[in-house]
């Protein structure tokens, strides 16, 4: 089973959850509600990429986010390696063939 790499944060005064491997982002009023619905949109794309089998390996690997979001993952990291609670990082579990 493969993890792809999320991040949660508060920004504007809503919660923003981020998939980086898959580049998909969700926002809600709680940062539970924003990670309900990126897990939603993730299992919906990679049922909709495992549908299309000659495209599934680009849709599912080639699709990562943009530097300045992996930027703000590793921020959100140091910032919880040091305590501050500025934001969530976790994993999304996924079936995706290899």
Excluded: H
């Excluded at 923003?16 to 619905?37: F, H, N």
């Amino acid at each position: 089973m493969k993890y792809l790499r999320c991040m949660a944060y508060r920004q504007d005064g809503v919660y923003v959850a981020v998939c980086l491997d898959l580049s998909l982002a969700a926002q809600a009023d709680t940062i539970q509600e924003a990670m309900s619905k990126l897990e939603s949109q993730i299992t919906d794309f990679v049922e909709e990429a495992i549908s299309e089998p000659e495209f599934t390996i680009d849709l599912l690997n080639k699709r990562k986010a943009p530097v300045s979001l992996w930027v703000k993952y590793f921020s959100v990291w140091f910032r919880m390696f040091f305590s501050q609670k500025n934001g969530k990082l976790f994993n999304e579990p996924c079936n995706i063939p290899s």
